[in-house]
C-alpha cells in the first residue's frame, strides 16, 4: 500500500502516534511518506497557517496514494485536497468541545455547525478511544472505528534504567489549560513531593523522569488517551488521573491507577499524599498496571488490526 500521513506534527499526543504508526508500517513493507507542512510557531496562527500552508502544498502534489490517512480535524482540510482512493480521519476527542474549553461557546457554535461537514469528508474516521467513538455517534451520527494507541516495548526497553527517587512526582505533558497543569501548581506547596515538570523536553529525556518519578499525576480537564499512562504502565510508575474523556477506560480506579474528579483539588492533594506513603499499594497498582498494558497495547496484537483496517477499506 501506498500512504500518505498528515498531521501538524509527528511528536507528542496524536503527532507521536501517527509517526509511530508509519513506522511500524514502513517495516511490515508498505510504502508510507509524512507529509510535512510549515506552520507559524505563534498559539493563535499554528492551525490557520498549518492548513493554509498544507492546502497550498496539496495542490502542488502531484502524487496519488492508495489511501491519505489524516490525524485531528485541521489536518482534514488538507486531506480533502490530496489524490488517494480512500481518506481517513483520526480525531482524539470532540473538537467542538474542545474548543468550547479552549476558546469560547461561540466560536465551539461556529465550529459544531461545521464539524459533520469537515469529518464526513474522510471515507473512514478512527479513534484511539471508546469515549470518542460513542459520542460522535450520539452527536453527529457518525460511525467512528476504534483502534487503539500501540506503545513500542522495544523502545522503552532500550531507556536507560535510573532508581526511583523518593517523593518526586511527576506532570508530563504539554503546558496548556485543557491539561490541568495550573490545578497542579496553584497546590503544589500542599503536595509531600517535589513537583518535576516535563513539558518540553526530549521523548528519552521524559522517560527518564517518568521511571525516576513515584508517581505520575495527569490533572486533565479534557483528555483522549494519553499515551503517558501506559508509559507509566510500562514503568511501574504509578498514576495519579482526572476521570475525564477515555483515561477510565485505561484505568480502573484502584486497581491499575487512581482516579480522581477534574478540578477538584482536595482530591488531588489527598490521592498524591496518602499515595506517597502506601508501598503496598503502590506495589499492587503498579504490578496490576504493567500486566494490563504488555497484555493490551504490544505492536504484535494490535499492527495486524491496523493493517487489516486499511486493507478493508481499500477492498
Same mark, same amino acid.
Given at each position: 500500500m501506498k500512504i500518505l500521513f498528515i498531521a501538524p506534527r509527528y511528536s507528542g499526543g496524536i503527532g507521536g502516534h501517527a509517526y509511530r504508526v508509519a513506522e511500524k508500517l514502513k517495516e511490515s513493507g508498505h510504502d508510507v511518506e509524512l507529509m510535512h507542512i510549515p506552520h507559524i510557531s505563534i498559539k493563535k496562527l499554528k492551525n490557520p497557517s498549518f492548513v493554509l500552508l498544507g492546502i497550498l502544498k496539496a495542490f502542488l502534489k502531484k502524487e496519488s496514494y492508495d489511501i491519505v490517512h489524516a490525524f485531528n480535524v485541521p489536518s482534514a482540510f488538507v486531506m480533502k485536497y490530496i489524490k488517494a482512493k480512500k481518506k481517513i480521519l483520526s480525531v482524539h476527542g470532540v473538537y467542538s468541545d474542545q474548543i468550547e474549553l479552549l476558546h469560547?461557546? @461561540?466560536i465551539s457554535s461556529l465550529v459544531s455547525s461545521k464539524e459533520k461537514q469537515v469529518l464526513e469528508w474522510a471515507d473512514a474516521l478512527t479513534t484511539d478511544s471508546i469515549k470518542v467513538k460513542i459520542d460522535y455517534k450520539e452527536k453527529l451520527n457518525l460511525e467512528v472505528t476504534h483502534l487503539s494507541a /500501540?506503545?513500542? %516495548? !522495544?523502545?522503552?526497553k532500550n531507556i536507560p534504567v535510573v532508581p526511583r527517587l523518593q517523593n @518526586? !512526582?511527576?506532570?508530563? #505533558?504539554?503546558?496548556? *489549560? $485543557?491539561? #490541568?497543569?495550573?490545578?497542579?501548581?496553584?497546590?503544589?506547596?500542599?503536595?509531600?513531593?517535589?513537583?518535576?515538570?516535563?513539558?518540553? !523536553?526530549?521523548?528519552? $529525556?521524559?522517560?527518564?523522569?517518568? @521511571?525516576?518519578?513515584?508517581?505520575?499525576?495527569? /490533572?486533565?480537564?479534557? $483528555?483522549?488517551? /494519553? @499515551?503517558?499512562?501506559?508509559?507509566?504502565?510500562? %514503568?511501574?510508575? /504509578? !498514576?495519579i488521573a482526572t476521570n475525564v474523556g477515555g483515561i477510565p477506560e485505561i484505568i480502573t480506579n484502584n486497581e491499575t491507577g487512581i482516579l480522581i474528579p477534574s478540578e477538584n483539588s482536595s482530591a488531588l492533594i489527598d490521592s498524591v499524599n496518602s499515595l506517597l506513603s502506601d508501598n503496598l499499594r503502590i506495589k499492587n497498582l503498579t504490578n496490576n498496571a504493567h500486566e494490563f498494558v504488555t497484555k493490551n497495547y504490544s505492536w504484535d496484537y494490535l499492527l495486524p488490526k491496523?493493517?487489516? *483496517?486499511?486493507?478493508n477499506l481499500l477492498s
Open positions: 469560547s461557546n @461561540q /500501540p506503545l513500542d %516495548f !522495544v523502545k522503552l @518526586q !512526582v511527576l506532570y508530563l #505533558g504539554r503546558n496548556s *489549560f $485543557e491539561k #490541568g497543569i495550573d490545578i497542579l501548581k496553584s497546590v503544589e506547596d500542599k503536595i509531600d513531593a517535589k513537583i518535576i515538570y516535563c513539558t518540553n !523536553v526530549s521523548w528519552e $529525556e521524559a522517560m527518564i523522569e517518568l @521511571q525516576r518519578s513515584s508517581i505520575l499525576i495527569i /490533572p486533565s480537564r479534557i $483528555e483522549s488517551i /494519553p @499515551q503517558t499512562i501506559k508509559e507509566a504502565y510500562y %514503568f511501574k510508575t /504509578p !498514576v491496523y493493517i487489516n *483496517f486499511y486493507q
